[in-house]
């Protein structure tokens, strides 16, 4: 019990088969209970969010013969946020012959997530991860080829065997595609019933289980209750907790937050990644910040000047002995391919020192002409053609003449719903899959892992797992005078009413542009327990400021974006306060995570194994001044013992 | 039409940065701020969309709208601003069009039947580079729908080809090859799009660069495709 948070039982029972990791989940596949096919269009999936894991996992439970229900807030599936995605897919091919298989990709995704991940999740993720391939080549994922034409594959984030497959700069966009093309055969089946531009606003559960959703119409603003046999999550991270991420502008966490809310409990909420390779911002005006993909990593150089009265001088004016190629002299073995977390770090304390460059000392250089002169322009271009064409159209600078700059920003969350090997939330019947839960990446997610996990989840994982949950269904149909359904709906009216009504002299964008520098000062890269305890303030008199003064102009029943855009932030408020509440908790640095108490004498992380192995799975307290309640599930390494990741 | 008077912007903000900094002034005066569809911000998942001066995604090639930064503009320039306009895209709210038709196009076969579990081992079929490429940069469409906007005929060619060209390049792709550029083909017609008389100006607002060249592949697929067919 402290100011902030109470402590609850531990999470006894995570559901993963004990036994040899190799086979935990064939075996969990075989005492999966089956859905007599006959039954199954008998049976209806809520599926919200149609990206990587919710597109694969509707078009899967389609094929199945399940009935979907598909919603997503962009105008079509095919605009989730998982098209954003550059790099790379992960996948233990072993297509090199370089010594690579699942159990090194498990032991690498343990090890990257800085032994903070369910070692039984992770072997199954590296296990699945061939079948992926394999799917998004038959459904005509264009990945890249080589001259006999076989797949390709490069080395990528932090390891040391080529596993990662890619379709240029734009791996994320054709996987999504593949996933999108394979919904819309089903929906034209009649299979998937899919509702674009419908935001789920509140969880409805009847009698204990998960039983459907509240959704809004944008277009008419209709609020309607959906009821079905089970509700999957698929809903994306909560980087835009911070305002400026590389995330879409539309993504929030008011779907898993509402869950929540609910019952549902969130894990490890302040696990955040910052990616180092973004283009810094220009200016106040910045809305969203863009990524460079980090395969750039594999052959620029990053540096920054030795001296900070360097930093104004144009790049091509600073000798090469007045460089300082921090990475390479800091990592020698790893250099510039250290994982996300050590070059974010990295690049943040140099800027720290005074030397950063561009606008604001907040960016450092990644240099090509290296790679340029060893490979020829031809070669980088064919290689980073699209990423350097990228960056010079929001810059107006030419990358191929002067060196880019970069700086970190928020880019994934590894934090989410805790759910258990059957990714299955607390809330029976709640399932949850991709980003938006928190299993597979620890502390610190590993380069091109995003990808293989939403498409894991959606693909193989929940299809097997949900099928074992509904094989004591049809459940008994809900009367749409529920009053459970009848109260879910009534919240979200109210809560509109109260947005509307507020009519006060502030907007929406002003209250998340300061939560998020709120956020980014103290609970970014590096968070100490006072400036946390100042955050927690910070954001409690702000929203308090925000329910007065909001002004949200229109009214409800018509296309409003800043009527949608005051549910997200407004939830954005708890689940910031939650995160510093989790980080304050966590003192000790890990993954992402730079805790200032917490350092060896070289100031370098400092993990404390000893007090901090566990998932911290929070409940979700009532009333005003309830504290969030602390629930740990403790983690066992049998395979991959615990070290202190080394990159040296 | 409206006009606005916008200011203080800096040549580094992105076009629809200009938009949100003049709508953060209307809902602070009290006015109606405007709508727009917009998501990712980085020309990637297809959703902004306006018709800039007269040109689909502005005056930029190869750039949309959320790519185009107010350094391409003069101070004091009077831009104009315009939803898609085409009878399949309507208007739901200023610069907020419905493109529900595209997804129709896809469902009628802009996709390989695979279901989840069937494929075969990834390395079983190899893909001539060649093909692997050109089927790439065919895919790189976003479905923004530019070139709808663009085309007098209101036409969809340019999407339906671009999709046609690559799903039919894979050899994953052949078995559905017939059928499906003929439903796409009519799907594209039921929807309500024009039809197209090779103007060419889908190709030079497309903000991925889709060759027009796609159109005559498709024209030349739905042939083989109907012979085939008797």
């Not at chain 2, 569809?37 to 001066?53: A, K, L, P, T």
């Not at chain 2, 090639?61 to 391409?72: N, S």
């Not at chain 2, 550029?181 to 594209?188: C, G, P, R, S």
Request: hydrophobic letters at 35%; glycine letters at 10%.
């Amino acid at each position: 019990m402290t100011e902030f948070w109470t402590e609850g039982d531990p999470i006894a029972d995570t559901a993963a088969p004990d036994g040899p990791i190799e086979t935990r989940w064939e075996r969990r596949k075989f005492s999966a209970k089956l859905v007599n096919p006959a039954n199954r269009r008998k049976l209806t999936v809520i599926v919200v969010g149609t990206g990587l894991a919710g597109g694969s996992a509707a078009a899967t439970l389609a094929e199945a013969g399940y009935h979907v229900k598909s919603y997503c807030y962009q105008d079509s599936p095919r605009r989730a946020h998982s098209i954003a995605a550059q790099g790379g897919i992960n996948a233990a091919k072993n297509y090199r012959n370089d010594g690579d298989s699942i159990y090194r990709l498990f032991y690498d995704t343990v090890k990257g997530g800085d032994f903070r991940a369910r070692e039984s999740n992770v072997y199954r993720l590296a296990s699945v991860s061939v079948n992926i391939i394999d799917q998004c080549v038959a459904q005509g994922v264009p990945f890249a080829r080589e001259y006999g034409g076989l797949l390709d594959n490069r080395s990528f984030g932090g390891t040391q065997v080529s596993r990662t497959f890619y379709a240029r700069g734009q791996t994320g966009q054709q996987l999504l595609l593949g996933a999108y093309q394979a919904m819309e055969r089903q929906i034209g089946l009649g299979n998937i019933e899919m509702n674009a531009r419908h935001e789920m606003l509140e969880l409805i559960i009847v009698d204990g289980k998960a039983r459907g959703i509240v959704v809004r119409d944008m277009i008419t603003g209709e609020i309607t209750t959906e009821m079905a046999d089970a509700v999957v999550l698929a809903s994306g991270g909560y980087g835009n907790v911070f305002f400026l991420s590389t995330n879409a502008k539309g993504c929030n966490v008011t779907a898993s937050w509402r869950a929540h809310r609910k019952g549902a409990l969130f894990a490890n909420p302040c696990y955040t990644q910052i990616h180092p390779t973004c283009i810094p911002e220009s200016g106040t005006h910045q809305s969203k910040l863009t990524l460079m993909s980090e395969s750039l990593r594999n052959d620029g150089r990053v540096w920054v000047p030795k001296r900070a009265e360097d930093c104004k001088k144009p790049a091509g004016e600073i000798a090469e002995e007045d460089r300082d190629y921090y990475l390479e002299r800091i990592y020698p073995s790893f250099g510039n391919l250290v994982p996300r977390d050590i070059a974010s770090r990295a690049a943040k304390n140099v800027c720290d020192e005074g030397r950063g460059v561009g606008p604001g000392g907040l960016g450092v250089y990644l240099d090509f002409a290296d790679a340029i002169k060893r490979l020829g322009r031809k070669a980088v271009e064919a290689k980073y053609g699209n990423l350097f064409e990228m960056y010079q159209r929001i810059t107006g600078e030419d990358p191929y003449e002067t060196p880019m700059r970069i700086y970190p920003a928020v880019h994934y969350t590894m934090g989410g719903l805790w759910v258990d090997y059957d990714l299955q939330s607390t809330i029976p019947g709640l399932f949850v899959v991709g980003e938006a839960n928190f299993s597979d990446h620890g502390a610190n997610r590993l380069g091109a892992s995003a990808l293989m996990q939403g498409l894991g989840d959606g693909y193989f994982v929940l299809p097997t797992t949900l099928g074992n949950y509904l094989a004591a269904g049809p459940f008994e149909k809900v009367a749409p005078d529920h009053e459970a359904v009848v109260e879910a709906r009534k919240a979200v009216e109210d809560r509109i009413a109260k947005f509307l009504s507020i009519n006060g002299d502030r907007t929406v964008d002003s209250f998340h542009r300061e939560l998020g520098h709120i956020m980014w000062e103290y609970c970014g890269m590096e968070r100490t327990e006072e400036g946390l305890t100042k955050a927690i303030g910070l954001i409690r008199s702000l929203r308090e400021e925000f329910w007065t003064r909001v002004k949200v102009p229109g009214h409800g029943e018509q296309l409003n974006q800043n009527l949608e855009k005051a549910g997200r932030v407004a939830d954005f408020f708890e689940l910031a306060e939650l995160m510093c509440i989790d980080a304050l908790h966590r003192r000790e640095s890990c993954g992402g995570h730079f805790r200032a108490e917490s350092q060896t004498p070289d100031g370098e992380a400092l993990r404390h194994d000893d007090q901090f192995s566990y998932v911290a799975a929070w409940e979700y307290a009532t009333g005003e001044a309830a504290k969030p309640i602390l629930h740990k599930e403790q983690l066992e390494f049998e395979y991959v013992h615990p070290s202190t990741r080394s990159y040296k | 039409m409206v006009t606005y008077d916008v200011k203080d912007i800096s040549p580094d903000a992105s076009f629809l940065e200009m938009l949100d900094v003049l709508n953060e002034k209307l809902i602070l005066d009290g006015d109606d701020p405007i709508a727009f569809d917009h998501d990712c911000r980085e020309g990637i998942c297809g959703m902004c969309s306006m018709v800039i001066d007269g040109v689909a995604h502005g005056p930029e090639k190869a750039t949309t709208t959320c790519q185009l930064h107010m350094r391409h503009f003069s101070d004091g320039d009077v831009i104009d601003v315009e939803p898609w306009r085409a009878a399949a895209f309507p208007v739901i709210k200023d610069l907020v069009v419905d493109r529900t038709a595209f997804d129709k196009i896809i469902q009628a076969g802009g996709y390989i039947t695979a279901p989840t579990g069937a494929a075969p081992e990834a390395h079983a079929t190899p893909v001539p580079k060649k093909d692997a490429d050109l089927a790439f940069e065919a895919a790189t469409c976003i479905g923004c729908g530019a070139c709808v906007a663009a085309c007098p005929n209101g036409s969809s060619m340019l999407f339906t080809a671009a999709k046609v060209a690559h799903l039919g390049l894979m050899p994953q792709g052949q078995p559905e090859r017939d059928t499906r550029v003929i439903d796409m083909l009519q799907a594209q017609d039921d929807a309500g799009f024009g039809g197209c008389t090779n103007m060419g100006e889908c190709a030079q607002v497309c903000p991925k660069g889709i060759p027009l060249h796609l159109i005559g592949r498709l024209n030349s697929d739905y042939r083989k495709a109907l012979r085939n067919k008797g």
